[in-house]
């Protein structure tokens, strides 16, 4: 009787024991959060929106993306943080497949080509000549003038480059020019700074207006200051010269009005009293 009442409670014992294992055995799993990669979008962007709370690490063990590429593909900090709401881009994927639509069978037609838009300018070039004579005018024999800056400058801003003058000659044994090229259409500043030890023969600023195929070129003359001293020094000689002569003349024609002067005055000096009486005797 003792024998079948240890049975019986060894048997409920094992019951007991065995029967919540079981219950959690066949308990199912806990659900798992899936993520489906994003449609890519009209213009081939995947793009993945922050939940609240997510980490640039929750998302990289959520969508396969590392944290390394989100920072490299989306303007976040070292530290990458993220605000609720903010869409990431995760990737180029190509445009979302769609179904066309057919429509009517086209044209025999032939379409005319489009004529090639024609922008800016061919250039706009600029020569500082050697005005050896002042006059304004360059002569075959007035080269360029190094150490000048020439700017060109749209009066509305949106251009503006500097360039330095030359003294150089082509192959062909013509003056180089300071050349600008593609210059958009427009009105224009066209400024020259001339080098030390000379002095501007033309004006400095020309006003310039290009439009699309032109060419156009500018040139500025200075002459050097110390041909300029020379020849003011030669002018003032040279009338100083002049002043010394007439000043002679002067000397010689004032003479000549005194003696003549003198020699009237005898002529017409009237007889002494001494000299009529001898006469009466």
């Not at 969508?63 to 530290?79: A, H, K, R």
């Not at 006059?135 to 003038?145: F, K, S």
Request: negative net charge; aromatic residues 6%; hydrophobic residues 35%.
């Amino acid at each position: 009787m003792k024998t079948k009442h240890a049975l019986a409670f060894s048997l409920l014992l094992v019951i007991l024991i065995v029967f919540p294992l079981a219950l959690s055995v066949q308990a199912s799993p806990a659900a798992q959060t899936t993520f489906s990669t994003p449609t890519p979008g009209p213009d081939g962007r995947i793009l993945y929106t922050v939940q609240e709370g997510e980490t640039c690490l929750a998302i990289e063990l959520k969508t396969g993306v590392t944290v390394q590429t989100l920072l490299q593909l989306n303007p976040l900090d070292e530290n990458c943080t993220l605000v609720a709401g903010q869409e990431l881009l995760l990737g180029i994927g190509g445009p979302a497949a769609y179904t066309p639509t057919p429509g009517p069978a086209p044209s025999a037609t032939p379409i005319p080509p489009s004529p090639t838009p024609f922008t800016g300018t061919t250039e706009v070039c600029v020569m500082l000549f050697n005005d050896e004579n002042g006059d304004g005018l360059r002569q075959e024999t007035e080269l360029g003038l190094d150490g000048g800056a020439v700017s060109l400058i749209n009066i509305n801003g949106s251009y503006s480059q500097t360039q330095d003058t030359v003294s150089a000659l082509d192959l062909d044994g013509e003056p180089v020019l300071s050349c600008f090229n593609e210059v958009p259409e427009g009105e224009y500043n066209v400024s020259m700074a001339i080098p030390d030890g000379y002095n501007p023969t033309l004006n400095l600023t020309y006003e310039l207006s290009v439009q699309a195929g032109d060419r156009a070129r500018v040139n500025f003359g200075a002459q050097s200051k110390t041909a300029t001293a020379a020849e003011v020094e030669e002018q003032n000689s040279g009338s100083s010269g002049g002043s010394s002569w007439l000043g002679i003349l002067g000397v010689l024609l004032l003479l000549a009005a005194g003696g003549l002067g003198a020699f009237a005055w005898r002529m017409n000096k009237p007889e002494s009293k001494l000299s009529s009486r001898s006469g009466k005797f």
